[in-house]
């Protein structure tokens, strides 16, 4: 790992990576959507117009090329009769809605709306317009087929022409704080997963001197290959213990922007303060050990307590948890396609790495120091 540190084309890259994060991830536009649909409710056998009011659209560029469809699904739709565009983020559709819907059941039902332009892409708009279905259809056949003819062909959808982000109605402009919040977490995920491993070392290492197979002997003033082990795994730790810090401080402003306020209690948020806390354990009980010997081997031996209490409290229990706002409760895995499309994974797993670089930079520049402290103790007790 010394030898690692002096090198310098990975340091580089985590730089030039970081860049790339912060410039793409936040000057990417985000695709077009809608802010509001109104109204929000339909009658049938009504023609019925519906006010659009648009989050990065440019209607007037798609120069009289934009379609709308109220989309039920599995192949039915209905096309808008006519989109008239007022300006870039307005526009209203009108639609000849059918007498019924292609469906037995009755009750409302909640249909998506798709629009489409040259300069907009396609965009979908989930559970936009109500429709109240009384009765069911005496024909359904017929009402499908009207339905069926009305739908979306190949060729109808346009796709965006420029690089974007997805956009999420109750995300917004706050989904760019993906590329921070959640690689932060998987950055130090990485960072304990080297502190818990040189933590092990330590502890074989030091069973083998036990048995004389080990030659640790060093100079007066330096560092066996013992101590420098244990080291390491307090630098990894405490790297980590930031990045986690930083995490959650990420988080909380998100939670502020979609959920209302800082801290919600969240099944995740809660069980991660609580594996933070259980890592600031770990250098509470190193500082109450003046032995450095059994502070090392009483740390090594928590530090591996902590990141097996880390696993179940951060990727288990919220994931059982069926109440969480968070994305991954109940099983999900959270890195589907509704969260994280192709043009953000572009980003996001580049940001990890880099993210994992510089933190594995910042723990060799604390391990240089702690080093160089320990060496000048240890000089001036020799005087």
């Not at 039902?109 to 396609?122: C, E, M, R, T």
């Not at 060729?155 to 921070?180: K, Q, V």
């Not at 083998?208 to 080291?231: A, N, Y």
Request: with cysteine; hydrophobic share 45%.
């Amino acid at each position: 790992m010394e030898k690692l540190m002096r090198q310098h084309w990975w340091k580089l890259l985590a730089v030039l990576i970081l860049v790339y994060a912060l410039v793409a991830g936040l000057l990417v536009p985000l695709k077009p959507n809608l802010l509001s649909v109104t109204p929000n409710a339909a009658t049938p056998g009504s023609i019925q117009s519906f006010d659009l009011l648009g989050y990065n659209t440019r209607f007037q560029e798609d120069g009289g090329s934009s379609r709308a469809w109220l989309n039920y699904g599995e192949g039915y739709a209905i096309e808008a009769t006519e989109v008239k565009v007022t300006d870039d983020r307005r526009a209203t559709a009108t639609f000849v809605v059918p007498d019924y819907l292609p469906t037995t059941e009755t009750g409302s039902k909640k249909l998506s709306l798709i629009v489409s332009g040259a300069a907009n892409g396609a965009f979908v708009v989930p559970d936009a317009v109500i429709v109240r279905q009384q009765q069911p259809p005496g024909d359904l056949a017929a009402v499908r087929a009207e339905w069926e003819r009305t739908a979306m062909q190949k060729g109808d959808l346009i796709a965006n022409p420029s690089m974007t982000f997805p956009y999420r109605g109750l995300l917004s402009e706050t989904i760019r704080n993906t590329y921070f919040h959640v690689s932060l977490w998987f950055a130090m995920m990485f960072l304990f997963i080297a502190a818990v491993v040189y933590a092990i070392r330590y502890l074989v290492i030091k069973s083998r001197r036990g048995t004389h197979t080990l030659d640790t002997t060093v100079g007066l003033t330096d560092l066996s290959p013992l101590e420098r082990t244990d080291q390491w795994s307090v630098v990894f730790t405490g790297v980590g213990m930031l990045f986690g810090i930083l995490g959650l401080l990420t988080g909380a402003v998100w939670a502020k922007y979609t959920w209302g306020s800082y801290w919600n209690w969240d099944i995740k948020q809660f069980t991660t303060l609580i594996a933070l806390l259980i890592y600031a354990g770990y250098f509470v009980l190193r500082a109450a050990f003046p032995d450095p010997e059994q502070r090392a081997r009483l740390g090594a031996v928590y530090n591996i307590f902590a990141f097996a209490c880390l696993i179940p409290l951060i990727y288990i229990l919220p994931r059982l948890s069926a109440t969480s706002l968070h994305p991954g409760a109940e099983g999900n895995p959270a890195m589907g396609g509704e969260d994280l499309d192709s043009t953000m994974r572009m980003v996001f797993y580049p940001t990890i790495i880099g993210w994992t670089l510089f933190g594995g930079w910042m723990a060799g520049v604390a391990y240089r120091a702690r080093i160089v402290g320990e060496k000048l103790l240890r000089r001036q007790e020799s005087l």
